[in-house]
């Protein structure tokens, strides 16, 4: 897997993950990673002319909080059914 900054805005977040947020989680995250930097990157998909995350909701709103406009991602490959 190969790790890359991604722009935040062609990320598409899947409903069903989105749901999975916990607001209150967000702001104590950003903190923390605007102290120590991002320790874990986000898994996303190549999608049709975009990302589709994987895993790391919380990471992307911490670090919107903080006003990036890129993240570190690890590319990973789509299940196949």
Same mark, same amino acid.
């Given at each position: 897997?190969?790790?890359?900054? %991604?722009p935040?805005?062609?990320?598409?977040?899947?409903?069903?993950?989105? *749901?999975?947020? =916990?607001?209150?989680?967000?702001?104590?995250?950003? =903190?923390?990673?605007?102290?120590?930097?991002?320790? %874990?990157?986000?898994? %996303?998909?190549?999608?049709?002319?975009?990302?589709?995350?994987?895993?790391?909701?919380?990471?992307?709103?911490?670090? *919107?909080?903080?006003?990036?406009?890129?993240? =570190?991602?690890?590319?990973?490959?789509?299940?196949?059914?």
């Open positions: 897997m190969r790790i890359i900054d %991604v935040i805005d062609k990320i598409y977040v899947p409903s069903a993950r989105r *749901k999975t947020l =916990e607001v209150d989680k967000v702001e104590p995250l950003a =903190e923390d990673i605007l102290e120590n930097g991002l320790q %874990v990157p986000i898994y %996303v998909r190549i999608g049709k002319d975009r990302y589709v995350l994987v895993e790391g909701l919380h990471r992307i709103e911490a670090v *919107k909080l903080l006003g990036e406009k890129t993240i =570190e991602a690890k590319i990973v490959q789509a299940k196949k059914h």
